[in-house]
T-cell receptor, first 112, second 112 residues
């Protein structure tokens, strides 16, 4: 299984809502990533978990809260988002740091 | 600063034409380089990667790339493109243990 799955595929939320994005991989990868991708732009790294510990936080606002419950799962909790946070949120995993990343299909988030 | 540059933002080719997309990187550490493709409506997929060894690497779907250390380049090539190669292509480089930098992408359109 070389797949990274993400749910939901689409999410529309108001600025006062709380929602979560989920990501799952069963490749035994020890690094998992959250990226944000705006239209016609490259992915921008948000967070990295390695061995279930937060390794990198790219100065992401606290309205985004990552969580890694176990080695296969990665969540991104969203609260009090702004319209400019609307984007495609991508999850990825890699065997270790520096190796190729496997990307999920993303969650397209719209904040009203 | 570490960066990845893709000089061609939009490329339009006719089927059977040859393709070369430029990528230059700046990073003084261990060089891990990648080309990813994003077909319309699909997730990012790895085309090929370079870690070490033979600087000419072959990937999926007939793509290849050449690592030229002296030029800090990792250009993507395909001898004969097909309509199905229409997609966005991202060059990426490892920039630290768990960090990857993506280029701005090249949108390729192949005319049937």
């Amino acid at each position: 299984d070389t797949e990274v799955t993400q749910t939901p595929k689409h999410l529309v939320m108001g600025m006062t809502n709380k929602k979560s994005l989920k990501c799952e991989q069963h490749m035994g990868h020890r690094a998992m990533y959250w990226y944000k991708q705006k239209a016609k732009k490259p992915p921008e790294l948000m967070f990295v978990y390695s061995y279930e510990k937060l390794s990198i936080n790219e100065s992401v606002p606290s309205r985004f809260s990552p969580e890694c419950p176990n080695s296969s799962l990665l969540n991104l909790h969203l609260h009090a988002l702004q319209p400019e946070d609307s984007a495609l949120y991508l999850c990825a995993s890699s065997q270790e740091g520096g190796y190729e990343q496997f990307f999920g299909p993303g969650t397209r988030l719209t904040v009203l | 600063a570490q960066s990845v540059s893709q000089h061609n933002h939009h490329v339009i080719l006719s089927e059977a034409a040859s393709l070369e997309l430029g990528c230059n990187y700046s990073y003084g550490g261990t060089v891990n380089l990648f080309w990813y493709v994003q077909y319309p409506g699909q997730h990012l997929q790895l085309l090929l990667k370079y870690f070490s060894g033979d600087p000419l690497v072959k990937g999926i779907k007939g793509f290849e790339a050449e690592f030229i250390k002296s030029k800090f380049s990792f250009n993507l090539r395909k001898p004969s493109v097909q309509w199905s190669d229409t997609a966005e292509y991202f060059c990426a480089a490892r920039s630290g243990t768990y960090k990857y930098i993506f280029g701005t992408g090249t949108r390729l359109k192949v005319l049937a």
